[in-house]
């Protein structure tokens, strides 16, 4: 048989040979979403509509019209789109929470709230046969909007079990043993099982599994494992990796594979060993994946222009596409920076060995070769495998205190070095300037323990111009990498940054018109809308409440083949290349340039650009498991400093405004808790109304009201373990306990006898 054409078939609103500008009506955007079920992602969207090319970039624009205009809304992502409405009749929920009141409390699974700060109760009927759900299951309901932030969800069907793990505190009394879970959407008391209480105590830490799930009575459970105790050494660190299911041990294929690792071969590599590169990271910091060097640019047609070297360690030559180590990093995604250990995405012998550019070592790298004009524009660029030697191990302080003109003995033979790489920093800071990025430049806490993992010290972490020097470096970078796969067509795993969601603009819109700023309304909304009002609010009072706000106002970056650009950065082409120790992401990039650029025999195969869109889903989660890891082990160590300052008073700001209450940060230590509402109106002897769009809370007889980054003294109430909560109150009113709202009871008038 011949090779015949094959007949493909094509939607009504298909274009066959549509021409690559062809733009799609609205309405055929409508009805193409309308078929599709409710909900399309915009790359099955342009398939539908046979788009290609420039028509692809149209719908984008067009999208987001649409989505401005209220045609259309997000989905569960900022790819995918659906019809409006408001709220779906019908809807998953789970139960997180139990409320004071003892109402189920549920958060949305099928659909997303138009305002976070609604509440979801979920309701029975009178008589029905269901039985009551608990904390974990998820239910099928009919949804009821009651007021602006209020639903009922009334139960129609059961859709799951609850949880079936637990990890929490024992509790041993007269009655039996008890597990107290940590996290808040679990049963709060699950009674143990005698047989696997044998060898714990009050205060250990164990994962348990439930293994009953009846409609009354208490829950038991069985202990699966020991995970210590908060206050012992790497007690955290357990608890956290069992409750973000982070993996913390390495198999013995994999560990092996890594140990038997060495030197790198010298073949198709540029041998840059003389080249002084030096590494510039943190005390602490133990795995170095990037050096960097500059020069000033010999060439007279770049006059005050620069040479900069960015050299990364070369991981593709010792993790293999398929094998152990790569199985593993995929599953890993990124190494977890917790406050008192590293959970690395490679083993110790590649991560802090053969990976790492220690100095005086010869290693292998991936070097990227930039030029940059006066102004930090990037000329022209070139990617190269070398072997590379590091001249010195420095520090952000150090480097910092040689360039004021306090160097040591490492950094003084290096002073030329280090004027250089700041010259070429101050260029490229002018790019930056140039294209109104987001700078928040917030403080960031900092923890110094003792040998035996006490906890001396908690402050903010100092930033230096070093910081800012080695961060634009590995951004020029990283755009190169960007720049070379796009100009070739290549395969990428694109670091994209949305712009914020429509809802979040509203409220931040509301709150700045309610302090005095304006926010543009214009359609194409860059990151320099932002920055004009950070920079306008600069050295006022509400400078830190500003930035704050629109910080939180921002969409979540993610990994994907599909480039959107990066609105943060106002960069329309974004990768991550300069960390591939501790992060997938850099990993597939090298590979990528690899294979493109012929550099080895090691580069991207095929089968991995086919998964790109899972990876980058996974790898994306995975990021975000780690920082939500890494802020739940440092408040916990928050709450173990704090433990033995019950009753003392702290001056603090306002981090955050909500109907429930104020978070506060402890000026100087950086300790986060709430100050609830119940204790607001308890203390002020009224009830406390929260205003939405100017976030602030009021006391109106009282003549008192609170806002993002007031100074307020605070009293510490509590400093609960097993939550790692703190709890506040306000230290000039009358403590809690003391209730102004209560009233003397009423006399009796009583006739004399």
Known sequence: MGNRPVKVAT??????????????????????????????????????????????????????????DGQLQHGHNRRNFRMPSTMPPVGVVEISNIDADGELVGRPISWKLHDNSSHITVTMARRSPLRSPRVGERVLVRLKAVDQYHIEARIMRHLGKGVDRIIGVIEKNSAGTRIRAISRQAPKQILLNSETTEHVESGDVVMATINSQKTYGPL?????????????????????????DIPSKFSTETYLLAENAGPPDSKGRIDLQSVPLVTIDDEDARDFDDAVWAS?????????????????????AYVKTGDALDKEASRRGNSVYLPNMVIPMLPKPLSNGWCSLNPGETRA?????????????????????????????????SVQKAYEGDADKITAPLMAQIKDLYGAYASLKEDRSRRNTLDFDLPERKITFDETSHILDISNRPR??????????????????????????????????????????????????????????????????????LNKSKGTEQEEAIATIILRTQSQAEYSPENIGHFGLNLNLYAHFTSPIRRYSDLLVHRSLIRSLQLGEDGLLPQEFENFPQIGNEISATERRAARAEREALDRYMVIYMSDKKGAEFGAKVAGVTRFGLFVTVNGIGAEGLVPMRVLSNQLGERVSYDADKQVLTARRARTSFSLSQTISVRLDEANMITGQLSFSLAAFPSPGFDRTARPPKRRNRQRE
């Open 296 to 316: 000033k640019d010999l060439d007279p047609d770049n006059r005050g222009g620069w040479h900069l070297l960015v050299a990364i360690a070369d991981v593709a």
């Open 220 to 244: 038991t459970a069985d202990i699966k494992e020991h995970l210590g105790r908060f206050d012992s050494p790497g007690g955290i660190e357990s608890v956290i990796c069992a409750q973000f």
């Open 11 to 68: 939607s009504k609103y298909q274009k066959q040979n549509a021409p690559s500008s062809y733009t799609p009506e609205r309405q055929e955007i409508l009805d193409a979403v309308q078929k599709s079920g409710g909900v399309i992602n915009t790359r099955d969207l342009a398939r539908t509509l046979g788009l290609k090319g420039d028509g692809r970039k149209q719908l984008k624009t067009m999208l987001k019209s649409m989505i401005e």
């Open 365 to 397: 790298c991936i070097a990227v070769h930039l030029w940059i004009d006066k102004n930090g524009r990037i000329l022209h660029h070139r990617f190269e495998r070398a072997l590379m030697r590091s001249a010195g191990r420095l520090t952000y302080t």
């Open 464 to 533: 230096f111009d070093s910081h800012r020097l080695i961060e634009e470096f590995m951004i020029a970078a990283n755009v190169s990498a960007a720049q070379v796969l796009a100009g070739l067509n290549a395969p990428c795993m694109y670091r994209i940054h949305d712009q914020p969601p429509l809802d979040k603009l509203e409220t931040l819109r509301g709150y700045l018109k309610g302090v005095g700023y304006k926010l543009s309304k214009s359609q194409r909304f860059t990151s320099e809308n932002f920055q004009q009002i």
